[in-house]
């Protein structure tokens, strides 16, 4: 043998000692301190106590020392399980928890009730999922005061008719915020802040601020007079804003880099003057605008670009025309496109497209939108009029089916939601379009059906291709099907059930029992359940959901219940003693129902 082969012999045996065969690959225990903590800190804290502590006394140590900081995710769950969360791991580790995230209506209240928030004094990440109570809302930012190391705070209210204003004045107090996002469902109050022009009572740590919900636009320029170092702003609103150019000027942020603003019934004016009050130093700006087609000019943009934004390298466009009266009316397109083809935008490298869909009355709709390389992560797809045949960036896609002819040859890889609205077609017919060439359907894990007729063997037919949905999501949904149907449905239905991944689900119509039926066998892993059940099965569809058919299930919203039908399901789940240690909330979304 050749000293090469030798060698090589050597390097690659396996040695013997005590004839046994010494392994040459390594444990995750002999992983050093600081490697194993790296790992940590990409998993679920509650993960690694219920797996690696219990190996031995050196995770123990590990997990238990002060070093490590850990990050507390308390999703929906069933009640006995969030309480041993919360007594196994958070209770004793208040004191090194950096992050802590709640989901749930119900839940929220309760971990309130076991631990006060000045508790968490190392929290540097605060996540609200689905906050009902504004009272709640408000005490818990007045305590964040306390905490001197938040730097992030997530808030999603559920509260209609929310007023913004005293939860921005206590978020504007936090002594080290830096990224703050409000989110809420319902309208906000209209009423405006006084501008700010105390430099001590300003917040000169955030720079990061999003509003999402329905705001009036005449209520944001004060707001900023409070976060004079913003740099990233985004908000969703409407009309309202009263803008006089004879007043002295604002004390608004002087450090914006990025704007992003969705827009409802805003006209070019007030926009126009926003950005040029606000855009010096801009860098990025996204824009939506939802039926205004004056927003639509060439011209009008570039004398705002080029004399208020110097800086600016993005411009992401994206304007929702209102209804057109006659197919002609669309050749207009052809016009507006080229008039953003000038070498004002060319030598930018921003190029635009056009693409319109015929609605249900009659009318056309269109979409101008901004293209590569300044990709959103949703994207509404009509009536396929772009180019492009391959579209990474998109992970939410909206398709109206009814209106995406069948040679669509434009594909999104790494789509994971997907909303299908407007389906006319005859319900005893396939889908139009193959779905399949569009996106993976296998790769989804969210489906949202709106504003559709929809068939049951077109459901089910879908789900057959798309067995890792975990939320699944009617809204506006009118099925074919009349109930004596469903029994054969069933058995279609059950084929496909075993593999069924669908833990979460929304139907946001009247849903009668037999309906609940079909879909409890359809998915019968379901823990999260949102329904408005049909007129007088109210009783008898709770009976059914809490018989023990839907194993998994711990929590039940009951949309559109009056507070005589909420107590009446109440006193029969009292009486009955189907459920035990539960929470019952009357809320304006829905009864909310939390159990053990």
């Not at 040695?15 to 301190?33: A, I, Q």
């Not at 818990?140 to 190391?149: C, I, K, T």
């Not at 949102?530 to 007088?536: D, N």
Request: proline residues 4%.
């Amino acid at each position: 043998m050749s000293n090469y082969y030798k060698a090589t012999y050597n390097m690659n045996t396996p040695k013997m000692k005590n004839n046994e065969l010494v392994s040459s690959k390594t444990r995750f225990e002999d992983l050093s301190n600081e490697l194993i903590y790296e790992i940590f800190n990409y998993l679920d804290s509650w993960e690694i106590y219920k797996t690696l502590v219990q190996l031995n006394i050196r995770f123990q140590h590990l997990f238990r020392s002060d070093i490590f900081r850990l990050k507390i995710n308390l999703p929906s769950l069933a009640k006995r399980n969030f309480f041993l969360r919360c007594e196994k791991l958070v209770k004793p580790n208040i004191n090194r928890i950096v992050s802590l995230s709640l989901s749930n209506h119900c839940a929220i209240d309760s971990f309130f009730d076991l631990f006060s928030i000045d508790s968490f004094i190392h929290l540097e990440t605060l996540i609200l999922d689905r906050v009902t109570s504004n009272k709640l809302l408000i005490q818990l930012l007045n305590s964040l005061v306390l905490l001197p190391h938040l730097f992030t705070l997530y808030i999603i209210s559920s509260t209609y008719h929310l007023d913004v204003n005293p939860i921005l004045q206590c978020i504007f107090h936090l002594p080290k915020i830096q990224y703050c996002k409000l989110k809420c469902y319902g309208d906000l109050e209209s009423t405006v802040l006084s501008c700010n022009h105390d430099k001590n009572d300003q917040c000169q740590t955030l720079k990061h601020l999003v509003i999402d919900g329905d705001f009036c636009f005449n209520q944001l320029t004060p707001i900023l007079t409070y976060a004079p170092q913003l740099t990233h702003l985004s908000c969703r609103f409407e009309s309202n804003f009263d803008y006089k150019t004879d007043e002295p000027p604002l004390p608004i942020p002087s450090y914006l880099t990025d704007i992003n603003l969705n827009c409802s019934n805003v006209s070019f004016d007030e926009i126009e003057f926003f950005l040029s009050k606000t855009s010096h130093h801009l860098q990025r700006l996204r824009l939506t605008i939802h039926g205004n087609n004056t927003f639509l000019c060439a011209d009008r943009w570039e004398q705002l670009i080029m004399n208020h934004m110097p800086h600016l390298y993005m411009f992401d466009f994206m304007c929702l025309i209102r209804k057109y009266d006659y197919p002609h009316d669309c050749i207009l397109s052809d016009r507006i496109l080229d008039s953003f083809k000038s070498s004002f935008w060319t030598n930018r490298q921003w190029f635009f497209r056009y693409q319109y869909r015929s609605s249900n009355c009659g009318t056309f709709e269109g979409m101008f939108y901004s293209t590569h390389p300044y990709r959103r992560k949703s994207y509404e797809l009509y009536r396929c009029g772009t180019y492009e045949t391959t579209i990474n960036s998109v992970s939410h896609l909206t398709i109206g089916i009814d209106s995406v002819p069948m040679d669509t040859f434009i594909h999104f890889p790494n789509v994971t939601k997907l909303t299908l609205i407007k389906n006319d077609i005859d319900s005893n017919r396939p889908l139009k379009i193959n779905l399949n060439q569009i996106v993976p359907l296998m790769q989804l894990t969210r489906l949202v059906i709106r504003q559709s007729i929809f068939s049951i063997s077109q459901l089910i037919v879908l789900l057959r291709f798309s067995l890792n949905i975990e939320s699944l999501t009617f809204i506006g949904v009118s099925f074919t099907d009349e109930p004596h149907s469903l029994i054969r449905r069933s058995d279609q239905a059950f084929s496909i059930s075993n593999a069924s991944k669908v833990t979460e689900l929304r139907i946001d119509d009247e849903c009668s029992l037999e309906y609940v039926h079909f879909f409890a066998r359809l998915c019968p892993r379901v823990q999260n359940l949102a329904i408005v059940t049909a007129r007088r099965q109210h009783e008898s569809i709770v009976r059914f959901l809490l018989s023990g058919h839907l194993q998994h299930l711990f929590f039940l919203c009951l949309g559109y219940l009056s507070i005589a039908e909420g107590e009446q399901i109440e006193r029969m789940i009292d009486r009955d003693s189907r459920i035990f240690h539960y929470t019952i909330k009357n809320h304006h979304t829905g009864w909310y129902l939390w159990w053990w």
